[in-house]
């Protein structure tokens, strides 16, 4: 079991992402924006974050570098990126950043338990 937490603001993906990581055996925490997600990062301890590259207050890009320059052990949690709004542009970023997987949307729930599953070492 993970401590898996998701940075969405679409309630349909949320949704979707949150069944399909519970019906796993994650335990999930929801961030609607990115402001509140990088809160829960830095208070919590999780063990991966899934994180939609165009959320408010705080986007994607921005959430990584801020999580990359932490101190501890924040910096290096690792971030499945989901987005949909294209991932060419990204690709560089997310290969500085260390950012190994990411989904373009609509993704598939098979695909996103498969990578979450590679996290789940326990």
Same mark, same amino acid.
């Not at 998701?6 to 961030?31: F, K, P, S, W």
């Not at 939609?52 to 990126?81: N, Q, T, W, Y």
């Not at 949909?84 to 970023?93: A, E, L, M, N, S």
């Given at each position: 079991?993970?401590?898996?937490?998701?940075?969405?603001?679409?309630?349909? %993906?949320?949704?979707? +992402?949150?069944? *399909?990581?519970?019906?796993? &055996?994650?335990? #999930? *925490?929801? +961030?609607?924006?990115? /402001?509140?997600?990088?809160?829960?990062?830095?208070?919590?301890? $999780?063990?991966?974050?899934?994180?939609? !590259?165009?959320?408010?207050? #705080?986007? &994607?890009?921005? $959430? #990584?570098?801020?999580?990359? !320059?932490?101190? &501890?052990?924040? /910096?290096?949690?690792?971030?499945?990126?989901?987005?949909?709004?294209?991932?060419?542009? %990204?690709?560089? $970023? $997310? /290969?500085?950043?260390?950012?190994?997987?990411?989904?373009? /949307?609509?993704?598939?729930?098979?695909?996103?338990? +498969?990578?979450?599953?590679?996290?789940?070492? %326990?």
């Amino acid at each position: 079991m993970l401590r898996i937490l998701l940075a969405e603001d679409d309630v349909n %993906h949320a949704t979707l +992402a949150c069944q *399909t990581l519970e019906d796993e &055996g994650h335990r #999930i *925490t929801l +961030a609607d924006n990115g /402001k509140s997600a990088l809160e829960a990062v830095v208070r919590e301890r $999780f063990d991966l974050v899934l994180l939609d !590259m165009r959320l408010p207050e #705080i986007d &994607g890009r921005e $959430f #990584i570098g801020r999580v990359r !320059m932490a101190d &501890g052990s924040v /910096k290096s949690i690792p971030i499945v990126v989901l987005t949909g709004y294209g991932v060419r542009q %990204h690709i560089d $970023f $997310f /290969k500085r950043h260390g950012v190994r997987h990411y989904l373009a /949307k609509p993704y598939d729930c098979d695909e996103l338990a +498969a990578i979450i599953r590679a996290y789940d070492t %326990h």
